[in-house]
């Protein structure tokens, strides 16, 4: 079987679609399937093309027996609608131009949306190389830009509707990466066969046994001592996840001397946000850029708690983000600002941590106290999650799962 995995994401940019296909092609491939990636250029999130691929307009290379196939992409760090346009738009034509001329035929073309504009190429590459199409959606658009404002116009959403559900009614499989994606689709589309390709953990990874002296030696590094409770967040620093909240619950809880606040990652909100830390004068919160998931281990094992918050939006009751489980596969509680599918699973049914009303800092605030106080109820909350990270979202049995899919294919 010959699989193509064609997404504008991917190693070695740091970020969750760029992990989680990374991680299933390896599977994938271990179980026979040559995979082939076509990919941009990397240059995500920090938006600059990485050095050793800057000025090509096509890259091949291999990693870990991977073929990985790059073309050119139009990068800026404006946040306007037309810079972001280009950035789609160019890697659409310069992945299909190069596509086109440099993959043979293949079975199966795996496109991963967003950016749904990859749907373009994506349904040309699988009539030119003979492959079904599965159109795999890690988040809904366009409805999720016009609910985030990101897209206002309505002669563009409107066109950009049209286009998802051309995509979809192409597709041989459909997959979504939450429940409430699948049952979107299903709804509208209830002919189309929606298969649940869920994120996950790979619990082998991570090592929940490190000696006392390696658990500490981040916290040491950074100047935190062994009785500071630190609460983290890692990801990225975007519209979607409201974290005014965090730092807002920081100069409320300023008194308490040894709660510290952490927030890793690069985005387009990170430099207002840096600036409001100024203007709020917070001592007790610090920024770090993003680090390689390589790395992330070493500082996941010495924090306390995990704070992951998303806006109040109906949009986001479908949504799983994928910092949850690195912190499970590692036994640190959550305590989670989203309603719906996550709360369900993770916090009602798997006990892995505790919620507070999404964009509401006192709920916030009361929830760090909750955990703060209660040292033996977050080491409870930390085994339930790794427990529950292993039998409902480990990677191996997700991809074992996918094969079979793509077997009936």
Not at 258 to 266: C, E, H, N, P, R
Not at 280 to 288: G, R
Not at 370 to 392: C, D, T
Request: aromatic share 10%.
């Amino acid at each position: 079987m010959k699989l193509i995995i064609l997404t504008q994401y991917f190693p070695p940019e740091v970020g969750a679609p760029q992990n989680r296909l990374y991680e299933l092609a390896l599977r994938l491939k271990s179980k026979g399937i040559d995979i082939t990636v076509l990919t941009a250029m990397p240059n995500y999130p920090q938006m600059v093309v990485h050095k050793e691929y800057k000025g090509k307009c096509y890259k091949y290379e291999e990693i870990q027996g991977l073929k990985v196939h790059r073309s050119w992409i139009y990068v800026s760090k404006s946040k306007s609608i037309i810079p972001r346009l280009l950035n789609y738009f160019s890697f659409v034509f310069s992945s299909l131009f190069f596509g086109l001329f440099k993959l043979k035929k293949h079975d199966i073309l795996l496109v991963e949306s967003p950016p749904l504009f990859l749907g373009i190429t994506a349904y040309l590459l699988s009539r030119a190389k003979k492959a079904k199409m599965i159109f795999n959606v890690s988040d809904l658009w366009p409805e999720s830009a016009e609910k985030l404002e990101i897209i206002n116009n309505k002669t563009m959403l409107s066109m950009a509707t049209k286009l998802e559900e051309f995509c979809y009614r192409k597709s041989a499989l459909i997959t979504g990466q939450t429940q409430g994606i699948v049952r979107n689709i299903k709804t509208r589309f209830p002919n189309k066969h929606v298969y649940w390709l869920k994120n996950g953990v790979d619990i082998k990874f991570y090592d929940v046994n490190k000696s006392s002296k390696e658990e500490n030696a981040w916290r040491k590094a950074k100047g935190y001592s062994d009785n500071d409770f630190i609460l983290f967040y890692g990801g990225i620093i975007g519209h979607a996840q409201g974290l005014e909240i965090i730092l807002n619950a920081a100069k409320n809880l300023e008194h308490k001397t040894d709660i510290k606040f952490v927030m890793l990652g690069s985005g387009p909100e990170k430099q207002r946000l840096v600036a409001l830390k100024e203007e709020l004068n917070l001592k007790n919160l610090v920024f770090y850029d993003a680090v390689p998931k390589a790395k992330m281990q070493e500082i996941i094992t010495d924090i306390n708690a995990t704070i992951v918050p998303l806006k109040r939006l109906d949009l986001f009751k479908g949504a799983i983000p994928s910092k949850i489980f690195e912190n499970l596969a590692l036994k640190k509680p959550i305590i989670l600002g989203l309603e719906g599918e996550a709360k369900e699973l993770f916090i009602d049914e798997g006990n892995c941590g505790l919620a507070f009303e999404p964009e509401n800092t006192e709920d916030l605030i009361k929830q760090i106290l909750v955990l703060y106080n209660n040292p033996e109820l977050s080491k409870q909350f930390g085994e339930n999650g790794l427990i529950y990270a292993s039998e409902n979202f480990n990677r191996d049995m997700i991809a074992e799962e996918l094969y079979e899919e793509l077997k009936k294919l």
